[in-house]
């Protein structure tokens, strides 16, 4: 009998512990499925002059920052003179300033409360001295994320 018992408690505390390893793995597939900074941008295509790249800025604490010069540039450390444009959320600074304060990018919906780009270019400036013409075609991916911009990027 203390055999019979034993086993039917250790198959409970397997049930019991592989039940907990499922709601773990559960739990950490929560959220948004690329916070890693290291993912923060990402490019689509490039070409001479040309390029497009989507920027993660789904944090509400971080600043993902960009270097135009070297667009394959994973995210610059705060303090890093190279970048050029940072984005958090609805937020994108160039290095002479706040980009949603001088011109709103972007056109709100009160009815979906979604962000729509404005049909605009930008020119911003370089760390290095070169212009860019700046073009955000979308906020969102392809999966409805927020914060995921997807930008156009051409060399002047």
């Not at 597939?29 to 920027?55: D, M, N, W, Y």
């Not at 190279?82 to 001088?102: H, M, P, Y």
């Amino acid at each position: 009998m203390y055999t019979t018992l034993g086993k039917e408690y250790f198959m409970k505390e397997k049930v019991v512990f592989l039940g907990c390893v499922l709601w773990v793995l559960i739990l950490s597939s929560c959220g948004h499925p690329r916070t890693s900074l290291g993912e923060a941008i990402k490019i689509l295509t490039t070409q001479e002059g040309f390029f497009t790249f989507q920027v993660n800025a789904t944090s509400e604490t971080d600043w993902i920052r960009v270097d135009l010069d070297k667009p394959g540039t994973k995210n610059l450390p705060e303090g890093n003179p190279g970048w050029d444009l940072a984005f958090q959320r609805v937020e994108i600074k160039t290095r002479r300033g706040n980009l949603s304060e001088e011109n709103t990018w972007y056109d709100y919906d009160m009815v979906s409360h979604k962000v729509s780009p404005v049909d605009q270019t930008w020119d911003i400036s370089s760390s290095e001295g070169n212009i860019f013409s700046l073009r955000i075609l979308n906020y969102y991916d392809s999966e409805g994320t927020s914060g995921i911009y997807t930008l156009e990027i051409r060399m002047r």
